[in-house]
Nanobody, 126 residues
Framework: QRQLVESGGGLVQPGGSLRLSCTAS????????IGWFRQAPGKEREGVSC????????YYADSVKGRFTISRDGAKNTVYLQMNKLRTEDTALYSC???????????????????WGRGSQVTVAS
């Protein structure tokens, strides 16, 4: 059974940092493009970042560019989202997703993703 599990969320003050992890079981993340999405209460789901299957090509939403970094650790079958300089507007449920893609393909549309985790809550508040 293919599963994705997110971890690393929590409560942090504005300006702080968190690192989210997305760990897979039942399949190898290096074979997939990976995306991070977030959804705040009352708002639509937003694509935050994604990384291609190979070559590490990355995409960031304008709202997080320069603050968030996506990366892979193949040995741990995990993708990370390092979040720095967090703002109150970053508060949301963060989910990772996986999709089969061309080696350098970036998939920013959530409906195209095949596998999803349940999410990890990030709350930014003073």
């Amino acid at each position: 059974q293919r599963q994705l599990v997110e971890s690393g969320g929590g409560l942090v003050q504005p300006g702080g940092s968190l690192r989210l992890s997305c760990t897979a079981s039942g399949f190898t993340l290096d074979d997939y493009a990976i995306g991070w999405f977030r959804q705040a209460p009352g708002k639509e789901r937003e694509g935050v970042s994604c990384i291609s299957k190979t070559d590490g090509i990355q995409y960031y939403a304008d709202s997080v560019k320069g603050r968030f970094t996506i990366s892979r650790d193949g040995a741990k079958n995990t993708v990370y989202l390092q979040m720095n300089k967090l703002r109150t507007e970053d508060t949301a449920l963060y989910s990772c997703a996986a999709v089969e893609a061309t080696p350098m393909g970036l998939i920013t549309q959530a409906p195209r993703y095949s596998y999803w985790g349940r999410g990890s809550q990030v709350t930014v508040a003073s």
